[in-house]
C-alpha cells in the first residue's frame, strides 16, 4: 500500500503493479493527462511534475521525470500536477507569465516547463539567467523557441506573491506528517511486488530473503529497462525510503555519501571540495534527472559512460559494500571487473561512497566530451589528479570513462608522468602511453580513433592548464 496526496487530494493505492510510471499512473489510472509523453526516456522534459516533501518547518519542491519514476517512489509524498495549480480557477503566476510572454505554441511542452519553472518559482526567490537555464535544460520545445519561456520565467517574478502553496502549507505538512512510512511498506500488484525498507537492517534483510530483486534508487537507469525495453521487474526494492542511505556527512579529511543521495543533494559537496565536480554535475543530464538520480546508482549501473565513477576514481574514493549485517570497504577502482560485471555479491549493495578531501598539492579536473553540452552521455570522459612538487609529478590518478568496458584509470600514463616534469618531452610519451591504456571501440557516439585522440588530447589540455594558467582552454560565456 503507498499513501500520497495528488495535489491536494489524499490517495491511498493498494494495489497497483510496481512497474507503473507515475506518468502512466497519471495519464491512464487517474486521467490527469495535462502531464504529457513525449520521449518516455527522461529526454524531453513533457512530462514533468513537481514531487514536495517535507524539509523541516517547510515543504521542498523537486522537479522529476514522471516517466522514469516509479509509483513506489510517491509513498508520503505530495505530487504536484500541472492541473493542481490554478487557484479557484485563477491561473498560478507562473502560467500566467508563460500566457503573458506568448510561451507556448502547440502546447505540448507547455505543462513540462510550467513546473519547471513552478519548482524554480518556489525554491528561489530570484533568479538570474544561468539559474533559469540550469531549472529548464531538461525541457524540450519544438514550435515555440526557448526566447519567450525564458523571458515568462523571468517575468513570474516581478509580481511574485504568496500563493497557493503558501497558503496551504502547514495542512500540506501536517498530512504528510499523517502518512510518512513508519516500516517497510509492500505494493503489490499485476503479479509483481515491490518493498520500500525504512532502515538499513531492513533494508538488508530483504536483500538477503530476495537476491533476485531489483534495487530501485532513482530509477532513471532501470526504469528504462521497462519503458524503453519492455522488460518485467517482478521484484523491486526502492532505497528512497531509507533514510540513513540519503544521509550526507562531511568529515575533516572525506565526505560520505548515502548511496541514496539524489545528486542534486551530492552537488553542493562535491563542487565546494571540487569545483571541477560541479561543472561535471551541472553537465549530467539535466536537473530533473539529478533530482532523482543518485550516485549509488551511477556506480551501481556500472555503465562504461557514466560520469561519476572516472571521477571518483581519479580521487580514489571507496565505496562501503553491505550484505546482511556484514560492511566492507572497496577502492572504486576495484570495484569494475568487466562489462557490466562487478564486485558486488549477491544480495550485497552499496551503502555509501567515501570521497577523500581535496589535498593542498593536488590538482583536479574533470573533462566531460559529448556531442551536446547539456543533457548528453559523454563520448569520453577524462579525470585528471595530479601532486607536483617543485615542478616534478609525485602523485599521479587519472581515469576515463568511454574509453573501455569499465571505467578505468590510465596505469601506463600515470608511470610515464611520475618523477617527471610535466614538459613536452613527457607528454609526448604519456600521450603514446595512453594507447597502451586503451583500445576503444567505435559506436554511434564516437570513432574508436577519436575517443583515443580526444583522450590524448584532454591531457595535454590538462597540461597546458596548470602549467600555463593564463592560456584560454574553454569558452567560459555564452555567444
Ligand atoms: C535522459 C537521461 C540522461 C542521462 N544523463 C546522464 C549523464 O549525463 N551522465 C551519467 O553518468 N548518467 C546519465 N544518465 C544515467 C542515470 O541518470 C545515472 O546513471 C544515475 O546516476 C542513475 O542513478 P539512479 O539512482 O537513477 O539509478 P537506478 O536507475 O535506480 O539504478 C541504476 C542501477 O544501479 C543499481 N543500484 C542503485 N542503487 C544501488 C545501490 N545502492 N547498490 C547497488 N546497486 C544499486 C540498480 O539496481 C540499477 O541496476 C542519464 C539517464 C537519462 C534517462
Ligand atoms: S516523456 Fe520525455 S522526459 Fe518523460
Ligand atoms: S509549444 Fe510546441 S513543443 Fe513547445
Redesign the pocket.
Known sequence: MIKFLLNQELRVETEIDPNLTV?QYLRNLVRKTGT?????????????VVIGEPDGERMRYRTL????TFVAALDGKQLITVEGLQDEGVLHQVQQSMVDCHGSQCGFCTPGFIMSMFALYKNESQADRHKIEEALA?NLCRCTGYRPIVEAAEQMYTNAMADKFDRLQGQTLQQLGEIQPQQTAELKGAGRVSFSPTTLDELAALYEQHPAARLLAGGTDLALEVTQFHRELPTLIYLGQVAELKQIHEFDDRIEFGAAAPLSDCAPYLSREYPSFGQLLQRFASL?IRNQGTLGGNIGNASPIGDAPPALIALNAEVVLRKGSKRRILALKDYFIDYKVTARQESEFIEKIIVPKASAHGVVRFYKVSKRLDDDISAVLGAFNLTLQQGIVTEARIAFGGMAAIPKRARACEQVLLGHPLDEATLTRARQALSQDFTPISDFRASKEYRLLVAQNLLTRYALEITTPELATQVTAHV
Open positions: 506518468l504529457k509523453e513525449g520521449c518516455a526516456s527522461g529526454d524531453c522534459g513533457a512530462c514533468t521525470n514522471s516517466c522514469l531538461g530533473q
